[in-house]
DNA sequence: TTTAATATCTATAGCCACTATAGAGTCAAG
DNA sequence: CTTGACTCTATAGTGGCTATAGATATTAAA
């Protein structure tokens, strides 16, 4: 199977593919003849895994770090477990940042009272005053 | 004043200072004979002005933008408020993805049983299926 | 007055996870 | 045998900084 055909099967465009490559978190098999790299099946695997991991918004570097766990089934599963605790941290604390940024901005478009003119507008003076 | 009497009043790294000039969102009122920056206490304004910008995430074209509108005071004040609007549906749908992460997030912590064994993770398991 | 410490300068690279481009080579179908 | 689709590498760009290196300038202490 070459790059295209594995794009297609994961519908992850072929330059994030290779760019997984150099960050080594999946390997071709090998190359043909022409250099084109060559996939065998299990590879669609590991990249849907790495597409579930990014949809939990995990780096790549968790990610690897995963995977390495995972190739060693002996391992103590609380490292996986702290890392995926530390995301939920981590999200929470952006929740709370954009709590707090919705708030301000509807404040804002609030105080725009539609007054037509850049020099009245009631959203210009109010991030000229400072309230944090 | 110079730039590290600037960085004091504004609590901003001088290389902050020194990129916005980069990105024209501010300027020098000159140099001195040795090729210091020399700034009035305007800019003091204009850095706070950024910085409360910054804080509601708008990105610095936003903020460029809102400052070529405040020169120029006769202009609509509509385009600030659609400005502020679009923000304000960034976040929201920012905040939504992060809802839906967090779910997903703490279903997997759930799935954790501290197995001890990775072999025997729940949440690896649970990376390993789709549910999207 | 010398010297040492501090401040400033420019230019450049790094962060993250891609995405886009250029220019060259490979391969299959008509 | 040519056309077009695919693939290759290498490089630059995204945003908003931050960090570093190496040079120059200024200030304070000895």
Redesign the pocket.
């Known amino acids: 199977m ?4 594995v ?1 297609k099967k994961t519908d ?5 593919i ?3 490559e150099t ?1 080594n978190l999946i390997k ?1 098999a090998g ?7 060559v996939y065998d099946s299990k590879v669609i695997d590991q990249l849907e895994f ?1 597409k579930h991991c ?1 949809h939990l918004d ?5 990610i690897k770090r995963i995977n390495e766990l995972r190739d060693n089934p002996n391992a103590v599963c609380e490292e996986v477990n702290e890392l995926i605790n530390d995301q939920v941290k981590m999200v929470k604390i952006k929740m709370k940042e954009l709590r707090h940024l919705k708030t301000q901005l509807e404040a804002l478009t609030d105080s725009c009272s539609n007054n037509q003119k850049v020099g009245d507008c009631g959203i210009i003076k109010s991030l000229q005053e400072c309230d944090c």
Chains 1, 2 share one sequence.
């Open positions: 070459k790059i295209g055909q794009s992850l465009p072929v330059q994030t290779r760019y997984y960050q071709s190359r043909t003849e022409g250099n084109f790299r790495i990014r995990l780096s790549l570097s968790d």
